[in-house]
């Protein structure tokens, strides 16, 4: 059986080994590289063979993680990218979706549940949680600044549906089963926001540069 | 008040010059060549025969009062003046006559020279206005000359001051000059005091408490109509009437003085003004009843005491105020009375003929004096009354604004207060709650560590359940997670695991439901905890494969949220079931909620009824 390759991206020592353990006793996975700080992450996603997930933490001390989400995803070097989150950081966790991460992890999760959530992960699933899903509603339905933009930062009908049930705590089956379609179109609906998110927070990054009168376009 | 003093005695000053003034202005009469005529023949007129004991015939010095008949027709009387003139005058000359109580027509050599006004009844009179007659050239000759002067008179008196004869340039100046002192500044003084009256009725009308604007207005208005006297000479009126109507407008004027005086120092003497008043009154109905025009020369200087000796009183009345009050105010108006009052009382002793003061008469220079210290004086009160009240806005003002000040300092500090007490509120909440729910846990956990008397799946059970509770009570303090229906659903996300592990699995059926009233962190605890309670229960004593979770609204609009397990019900529930049911209606009963527990065939339902928000649903 083929072994995923995981990289693992954590500070604080005793965090990190208990990520390394838990991914090594998974035996679909393996333990590509670990780093401690943004510079070892990037030396390690440099190599030749290539990362199938990496597992970053946000707070590294020598720069952002969102930072190294977004250089992972644009470089292409990663397939998935989870990012570790603690209870409650709904704000980070929807900050490292926009920046491209596709999967999250909580801290305190035991071993077993992070190799099923890496696995389910790679495997082509879209996790989200009722909080981050309201947290998400909440975004998206704050107004779109350029109107240009509007069509690929609004959700569609069926894409808000999808959402809510996933705020009140439907699991996806549930979600296809009553709104009468497939797990896998649900699923796919849920990455499609992820990416809709993107583009929303760039619109909303760029709307408030030019607030601040940092950014201006030549009309 | 520094200012207000000189002002004041600045005023007396001027009063005391200007007077000088007049008087060494008229001092100048002796001009070159002006010969004053102050001796005179009184010739009796062809018209008329002389009555006993007159005057006729004899030679007399200049001011005279012929006696005439007062009955006759045009009552006359004629002074013949002889003059010598060493040359015969070159250039043009005139005749001055500087006050005659009457009218005059003059005859220089047997040649009229002119006449002014009216010589029929009503007479015009000249007593203070001079009358030039300009002489022809030819008539006066070197030699002797002779000019007569028919005077037409009243009161049975026909008064001729000395007239003077002279170059026609000299006279004409002494003419105008004259005219100026005695016509046009009284002219003047009463219309300044008609205007002042005018403006002081005004202030009384719109403050009709303070009286003495009203005695002073009036007074003044008094004043300025018996002033006419002095520069109205053709009068419409009789001499009778016209001298009756002056006389009862100086009574009146005094009792207003008076009574002015009192109200504006405040003195209650009620009494003494009425019995003033009377005695005006009558003195009113004795002037309008007199017969007889020769009583008229004695009741002038009498009414003319009369004024003087109030003048006496109101002056004496101020000067004991400003000596009482130290006020410099009242002081300058006490000196100014007393100016007045000497002039008044020069004038009324030159008219009674104790001594010739040329052609000075003082009230006719002290009178504008007072009228403007009196304007000035109302100026001055109204300009402080004015600075009083915007000293007083200035002192309200920031008193306003200091008050705002406080109670907006108030307000910040109650509010911040308000805020700090809900926040250590919210803290000593929290400590509790994680002190009593995982603390507690964590500290028997460790008790069961250092017995030694637990196995190591008991302490993994047991440290899953201090980290359920602890994820509990962050979830419930977590601010997305802000309806129901998202807290069930991390509330899934937590228990879904040992579910499974047990083998039983959830059927989830959470719909959109109304919120609940005053539903905050605490409220989402309780909740919590009592569907925690809820779904222990099932796992450790119900025997059920699935646990249903719903929500909705009642029929009466409460909100609810229900556990439905299909285990083997409550009716064979143990002891410790039925502790945890007593558990969980204490926590909703703290939350407001209605708890209900029944079967539902098979199994047992569990039903949170949480109190609806103001508005929504009947109670």
């Known amino acids: 059986m083929t072994q995923y390759r995981a990289l693992v991206v954590e500070d604080d020592l005793f965090t990190r080994q208990h990520l390394v353990d838990a991914v090594a006793s998974d035996p679909r996975l393996e333990v590509a590289a670990q780093a401690a700080t943004l510079a070892e992450a990037r030396a390690a996603s440099d190599g030749d063979a290539p990362i199938d997930v990496a597992v970053v933490d946000l707070n590294l001390p020598d720069g952002s993680g969102i930072d190294l989400i977004r250089e992972l995803r644009e470089a292409n070097r990663v397939r998935e990218i989870m990012v570790i989150s603690v209870l409650g950081d709904h704000e980070n966790v929807t900050a490292a979706l926009a920046a491209g991460a596709t999967g999250y992890l909580l801290k305190d999760e035991t071993p077993a549940e992070i190799g099923d959530a890496i696995i389910q992960l790679l495997e082509g699933g879209a996790p989200i949680s009722p909080g981050i899903a309201r947290h998400l509603v909440k975004r998206f339905q704050k107004p779109a600044p350029d109107e240009a933009q509007q069509a690929s930062v609004t959700l569609t009908q069926r894409e808000h549906q999808i959402l809510d049930m996933a705020a009140k705590g439907f699991s996806f089956p549930e979600t296809a089963e009553l709104l009468d379609c497939s797990l896998s179109t649900v699923k796919s609906h849920v990455k499609r926001i992820y990416e809709k998110l993107a583009v929303h927070s760039r619109a909303e990054a760029v709307y408030e540069g030019t607030q601040l009168g940092l950014v201006s376009f030549d009309r | 008040m520094p200012r207000r003093p000189r002002l004041g005695w600045l005023l007396v000053v001027a009063a005391v010059a200007a007077l000088a003034a007049a008087g060494r202005g008229l001092a100048g009469e002796a001009a070159p060549q002006v010969h004053v005529l102050s001796h005179a023949t009184v010739i009796a007129t062809p018209s008329q025969a002389a009555p006993p004991g007159s005057s006729v015939g004899r030679r007399v010095s200049l001011p005279y009062s012929a006696t005439i008949a007062p009955r006759a027709q045009h009552p006359q009387a004629l002074y013949r003046f002889d003059i010598g003139l060493e040359a015969s005058p070159t250039g043009l000359w005139g005749i001055l006559l500087p006050g005659v109580e009457g009218n005059a ?121 018996q002033n006419a006297s002095y520069f109205v000479h053709d009068r419409p009126l009789a001499p009778e009437q016209w001298e009756a109507t002056i006389a009862t ?114 009230m006719t220079v002290a009178a504008p004096l007072m009228v403007l210290a009196v304007g000035w004086l109302m100026i001055e009160g109204f300009v402080q009354a004015l600075r009083d009240s915007e000293a007083l806005n200035r002192d309200l003002e920031s008193r306003i604004a200091t008050k705002h000040a406080e109670l907006e300092a108030n307000y910040d500090s109650l509010r911040q207060l308000e805020h700090e007490r809900t926040l250590s509120a919210e803290r000593e909440r929290i400590m509790r709650d994680v002190h009593d729910g995982m603390g507690g846990q964590l500290v028997s956990t460790l008790a069961m560590v250092e017995s030694g008397r637990c196995e190591r799946d008991e302490l993994a059970e047991a440290l899953r359940r201090a980290l359920d509770d602890m994820r509990l009570v962050i979830d419930s303090l977590d601010p997305t997670v802000d309806d129901i229906p998202t807290l069930l659903g991390t509330f899934r996300g937590r228990l879904e695991p040992r579910l499974k592990r047990s083998g039983l699995g959830f059927r989830w059926k959470v719909r959109d439901m109304p919120a609940p009233a005053d539903f905050g962190p605490e409220q989402s605890l309780g909740l919590m905890r009592i569907l925690q309670e809820a779904v222990s229960n099932v796992l450790e004593h119900a025997g059920a494969s699935v646990i249903t979770v719903a929500t909705g609204a009642t029929a009466e609009g409460w909100p609810y949220v229900e556990i439905v397990d299909d285990g083997i019900g409550i009716a064979t529930g143990s002891a410790e079931r039925g502790n945890g049911i007593a558990a969980m209606r204490r926590r909703a009963h703290a939350l407001g909620a209605a708890l209900r527990v029944e079967p539902a065939h098979p199994g047992t339902r569990i039903c949170v009824e949480l109190p609806p928000a103001a508005g929504l649903g009947a109670a």
């Open chain 2, 249 to 362: 407008l100086r009574l009146w004027l005094l009792v207003c003085m008076v009574l002015f005086t009192h109200r504006f120092l405040g003195l209650r003497r009620r009494r003494p003004e009425r019995a003033l008043s009377a005695c005006a009154a009558a003195g009113t109905l004795v002037l309008w009843s007199l017969p007889a025009p020769s009583a008229w020369p004695h009741v002038l200087p009498a009414i003319g005491a009369i004024v003087l000796i109030g003048g006496v009183y109101v002056t004496a009345v101020f000067v004991r105020a400003a000596w009482r009050q130290h006020s410099a105010g009242l002081r300058a108006l006490a000196a100014l009375g007393a100016l007045m009052l000497a002039a008044g009382t020069f004038d009324w002793l030159a008219r009674l003929g104790l001594f010739d003061p040329g052609q000075l008469k003082l």
């Open chain 2, 105 to 225: 027509v003059v005859r220089v050599n047997g040649v009229a020279v002119g006449r002014h006004g009216r010589l029929r009844p009503p007479v015009s009179v000249y007593w203070n206005q001079p009358l030039y007659f300009s002489v022809p050239e030819g008539v006066l000759t070197a030699g002797r000359n002779r000019v007569e002067v028919s005077v037409a008179g009243y009161f049975g008196r026909a008064v001729l001051q000395p007239p003077r004869i002279g170059p026609a340039i000299a006279l004409q100046e002494q003419a105008r000059r004259l005219q100026w002192l005695n016509v046009t500044l009284p002219l003047i003084a009463s219309a300044l005091a008609l205007i002042i009256a005018a403006l002081v009725g005004l202030l009384w009308l719109r403050r009709r408490h303070h009286a003495m604007y009203l005695w002073l207005s009036v007074a003044i208005l008094l004043w300025a109509l």
